[in-house]
């Protein structure tokens, strides 16, 4: 069955320090997502990204966060410099259609020091 | 203020003692209710997608159903397998980007 994929699953970067989480979505999907879960929090939305742009971001997505699809299948994103409170669990997700289900990957551990 | 709160927090059962889940939801037009399945270390794993109040799916030992405030995750004869953690997420009407709005989850632990 087709998956997403995350990588790296853990990355550990010193703060000020840009990082980029790399996901490959499913082929056919054309709806991309990132989420962050901080421990013991809930799931939070960070961005929809289709056709090539940004669809929607929450108030998290800021300045320092930008995503990209930079070729037709890699969907990456990048926090260009890192603070202490980026420390979460990333994950990727995609669907077919917006109101599809969404499968995601089993995420990036980001840990900033 | 879109909400989505999930009850309990945590749950443990015997091994075949039924129970259920329940999320409820507080969103401007309900696009589409979503329950996932989360264990440690992973990301959610998708298992049901409901559209419209009335509606149920089956998979196994898991039931969702839907009403117009709230959705509950039925769960029959669970084993040890279950364990987990259930998550409920909405998207809302006035968006059609397919943003998912998640609750704080239900870890369920079933005991043999």
């Known amino acids: 069955e087709p998956e997403v994929t995350q990588t790296p699953s853990h990355q550990v970067t010193q703060m000020g320090q840009e990082v980029i989480l790399r996901c490959v979505p499913i082929s056919n999907h054309l709806y991309f997502y990132w989420y962050r879960q901080i421990l013991g929090q809930k799931v939070e939305f960070l961005v929809s990204f289709y056709n090539n742009e940004i669809s929607e971001k929450s108030e998290i997505f800021d300045d320092q966060f930008s995503v990209e699809r930079p070729d037709g299948s890699n969907f990456t994103l990048k926090i260009r410099s890192t603070k202490l409170e980026d420390s979460a669990m990333y994950f990727c997700?995609?669907?077919?259609?917006?109101?599809?289900?969404?499968?995601f990957g089993d995420g990036t551990r980001l840990s900033i020091l | 203020e879109d909400q989505v709160t999930q009850s309990p927090e945590a749950l443990r059962l015997q091994e075949g003692e039924s129970s259920s889940l329940n999320c409820s939801y507080t969103?401007?037009?309900?696009?589409?209710l979503f329950w996932y399945r989360q264990d440690p270390g992973k990301g959610p794993e998708f298992l049901f997608t409901l559209y419209s109040a009335g509606e149920e799916k089956e998979k196994e030992r898991l039931k969702a159903t839907l009403t117009k405030k709230e959705s509950f995750l039925h769960i029959t004869a669970p084993k040890p397998e279950d364990s987990a953690t259930y998550l409920c997420?909405?998207?809302?009407?006035?968006?059609?980007?397919?943003?998912?709005?998640f609750g704080q989850g239900t870890t369920l632990q079933v005991k043999p």
């Open positions: 997420a909405v998207q809302h009407g006035s968006s059609n980007t397919g943003k998912l709005i």
């Open positions: 997700a995609s669907s077919g259609q917006e109101n599809q289900p969404q499968h």
């Open positions: 969103v401007s037009g309900l696009r589409g």
